[in-house]
């Protein structure tokens, strides 16, 4: 079989070589506090440049669907440049304790490659794997969850053998050979390539159409209530007691990249894929409710958080990975980068406003419960979105 007549070679394999370098971005919890100290700002100044880093995320991949949708092979070379730029130049301004310097090349270079990298390899893979799109692009959205399970022994050991500004220029050698490779493999089917023509599309249009405000409606709430809660999960771990607290994060991590992949596949078998946003705000909605009636945090029933956790995370991830799907089912193929990347500006308003809100109610309140609150009312209405405005067979359905 042909290198690029094979959908592993050319599909999935380079799909998590660049999905699993980019999401490292997700480890910034265990560097900030190293970063901080070195440079000598407080660990609230240093956090801005993870947030930053996700609004140009989704706010690059927003305006770099077009560029994507012509051109995979320099839409993944122009993500490994600025991506490991990125974590270069990040070495070297901790290195000159410029607190700017991480600011523009962790936020604004290396989020410009995170957008560019996270789309790039999707639609290719939904091509490769038409028949089970959700497995595809569960495959390489997993590699996104898996990259903080993969990484973070190597940045804790990094950590303790050398600087932290060394560890950047380490780390942005390895991820360049990583991208590299996954740029060199990822290829469309040779079918696909001799008919594949970009035909522009009137993006007001599809902003307008109430399904896509629904789905960016949705797709936005389930973020930032993950990020509200994944944000507070070592916090709250502290205040009941619990001393597992790595044990813990890295079980929910791990549901958080395999709610990619089993959300996304049982999509593949269900006549609307929206049935699983409904199944994600229905789990979420019922263990926050039964977190909530027990009172589970302050009583110390720690098996009860733990499960709403990998909940959350399983639904976060999820939410992810069946969205090129759901966009796929209802706008079609043709320009399906371009409208996955508007989706995915709600991903950089939601890397902003997720783990600020549960930050800003934890310092009012200093109640964690109160958290769970805003978060119910938030998931029932983006349930109530799901069966309102996104439905089948709008105008733009395939």
């Avoid at 220029?169 to 079918?191: E, Q």
Wanted: aromatic fraction near 14%.
């Amino acid at each position: 079989m042909k290198l690029n007549q094979n959908k592993w070679i050319n599909g999935a394999i380079p799909a998590l070589l660049i999905h699993c370098s980019i999401g490292t971005v997700y480890c910034w919890s265990l560097l900030k506090g190293n970063i901080a100290n070195y440079i000598g700002q407080s660990v609230n100044s240093v956090e801005w440049a993870f947030s930053i880093a996700i609004f140009f995320l989704g706010m690059s991949a927003s305006f770099g669907g077009k560029f994507v949708e012509k051109d995979i092979h320099k839409s993944s070379l122009l993500a490994t440049i600025l991506f490991t730029l990125g974590m270069f130049g990040t070495g070297l301004s901790i290195y000159f304790k410029s607190l700017i310097g991480i600011y523009i090349s962790y936020g604004v270079i290396m989020g410009i490659g995170l957008g560019i990298g996270y789309l790039t390899p999707v639609k290719t893979l939904m091509i490769w794997f038409k028949e089970n799109k959700g497995l595809a692009t569960g495959i390489a959205v997993m590699g996104f969850g898996l990259a903080k399970v993969i990484a973070s022994p190597i940045m804790q050991y990094l950590q303790q053998i050398t600087t932290i500004y060394n560890m950047f220029y380490i780390l942005g050698g390895m991820y360049f050979i990583s991208m590299f490779i996954g740029h060199l493999l990822l290829k469309k089917p040779k079918k696909y390539q001799d008919n594949d023509t970009y035909i522009p599309i009137n993006k007001l249009s599809i902003i307008k159409n109430k399904t896509f405000i629904g789905i960016w409606i949705m797709f936005y709430i389930n973020i930032t209530c993950g990020l509200a809660l994944i944000a507070q999960e070592k916090d709250i771990y502290t205040y009941m007691g619990f001393t597992a607290i790595a044990f813990a994060s890295s079980l929910s991590a791990i549901f958080n990249a395999g709610g990619r992949l089993v959300f996304s596949s049982i999509g593949d078998k269900l006549k609307d894929r929206n049935t699983i946003y409904k199944l994600i705000f229905g789990l979420s909605i019922g263990f926050i409710l039964a977190t909530i009636l027990t009172n589970a945090i302050s009583n110390s029933i720690i098996i009860l958080v733990i499960i709403l956790l990998c909940v959350v995370n399983a639904g976060y991830g999820g939410g992810f990975s069946n969205l090129p799907t759901l966009l796929s089912d209802r706008y079609g193929m043709q320009n399906i980068s371009t409208i996955h990347g508007l989706e995915l500006s709600a991903w950089a308003i939601a890397g902003i406003t997720g783990n600020q809100l549960s930050a800003y109610i934890i310092s009012k309140t200093h109640n964690y419960n109160d958290v769970l609150y805003i978060l119910l009312i938030l998931y029932t209405i983006a349930m109530i979105i799901s069966f309102v405005l996104v439905k089948p067979n709008t105008k733009y359905d395939k």
